[in-house]
C-alpha cells in the first residue's frame, strides 16, 4: 500500500473558498494527502461549503448523503465539512450526518491536518472558533505550491458592513487585513514560480488597511507597490464595496498601467428605499456618479455587479428602479439572484416577497444583464486585446486565456504557450467568450479600442 493518501475536495460558492481549498489541500499535503479529482477511493472527502445560497445547509445535508455507501465501504474514510456552512452550523452537522468526522471553520484552516489527526475512528474533530493570532500569518507558512500563470492572493477577509441580507459578517467575522510585508513577499514568491496575474482577494478588499512599516496602506498603496514587483504584469481585486471605493483607488485605475480595466462592483438594487432597508449606507445616484468618476479615470473600465431581486418590501416600482440603473451603467458581466432569507441576518425576520414575483424580476433583470453582456462581448469583435494565456483548450492545438476586460479568449495556433501575454486580434463573439487569432506580426501592448 502506498503511503499517499488520497483526498477530494468539493467547492461550493466563491473565489475565496476556491483559494481556501487550495490552501486546504496545501495544508493536508503535509499529513501525506494528494488531491484526487473523484470521491471514490478517497481516505478523505472535505466539502468546503458557502452559505450564500438558497437553502444552503441543506444542500450540504443531502450532499453528505451520497457518502453514505463510500463510508460504509470504508470505515476508515474521513468526512470534513469546511466552509460558511461548517461555521454557521457547527456541532450540528455531526448530529445531523454522524459520519461527519472533521467540521472546520474558515479562520481554522491551518489547524487541519491537527483536526484530520484527531478524527476518525468514531472520534469527532471541530474547530470554528474565530481565533485572535494572525491567521495569515501561519497560512504563510504552508507548504509551497506552483501554479499556473493566474493566483488568488487573500489580503482581507471578513466584512463590518452588515448589509441586512448577508451571513459573511457572522461566519468570517470582522474585517480583518494582512500586513503588506508579507502580501509583497507572496506576490514576489508567486512570480518567482511563474504567476503573471494577482487576484487580491477579500469578502470586502477596498476596505483593506494593513500594516505598512510603521503606519497603515489601503489597497491603492498595496497595489502601488504590487505594481512595483518585477515580473508580475496584471492585478486585479475583488470583491468592493461602493463606500470604499476612495479617491486614490479611483485614480489608480487611470494611473497603474498593471491594475486591470474590470471592476466588480456589487450594487444589489437601484431603490433608495430597499438599499436603505438593506443597510448598504449608499444611495443609487452615489453609485451612478461613483461610476462616472471610475470611467472618467479609466474609460474603457468593464463594471461588473450583483444584484438582489425579491428583497423583502420590494414593490413593482423598487424593481422598475434597479432595471433603471442597470440600463444607466450598462454592465458588462454581472451575477443576479432572488433574495433568500438567512437565519440570523436581519432580513430574515422581515415579510418576504411573494416567490413567482421574485421569479418574474429575476427573469427580467437577467435578461437584461444578458443583453448587456452580450453586446459588451460583441463590441470587441475586429479590436486587438492583450491575453494572458492560462489553459489548453478542448480542441487540438486551442489555447484559453482572459483579456485585460476579464473575458475568456480561444485561439488556436501552434505558437502559444501557457503563461504567455500575447496580443490576440478578436474575430468572433459568444455571450460568455471569444475568439481570436494572433496578428502575423505581434503589435506593440495597447489597450482595446486603442
Ligand atoms: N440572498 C440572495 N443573494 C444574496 N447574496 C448575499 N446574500 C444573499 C441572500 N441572502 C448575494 C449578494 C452578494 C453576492 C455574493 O451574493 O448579491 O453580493
Ligand atoms: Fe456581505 Fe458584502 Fe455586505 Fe459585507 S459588504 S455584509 S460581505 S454583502
Redesign the pocket.
Known sequence: MSDTKKLYIKTYG?QMNVYDSERMAEVLSGAGYEQSETPENADMILLNTCH?REKAAEKIYSELGRFKGLKASNPALKIGVAGCVAQAEGEEIMRRQPMVDIVVGPQSYHRLAELEARAGGGRKALDTDFPEEDKFERMARRPKMRRGPSAFLTVQEGCDKFCA???VPYTRGVEVSRPVEPILAEARDLVERGVKEITLLGQNVNAYHGHDGGGVSGLAGLITQLAGVDGLERIRYTTSHPNDMTDDLIALHGDCEKLMPYLHL?V?SGSDRILKAMNRKHTADAYLKLIDRIRAARPDILISG???VGFPGESDADFAQTMSLVEAVGYGQA?S??????PG?PAAERDQVPEDAKADRLQKLQELLKSQQVAAQERMVGRTVRVLFERAGRLEGQFVGKSEHLQAVHVSDPNLSIGDVRTVRIVESAPNSLAGQLPEQERVPNLPGE
Open positions: 466563491c450564500i441580507f448577508c451571513v456589487p444589489q450583483d444584484f438582489i451575477y439572484f432572488k433574495y433568500s432569507p438567512r441576518t
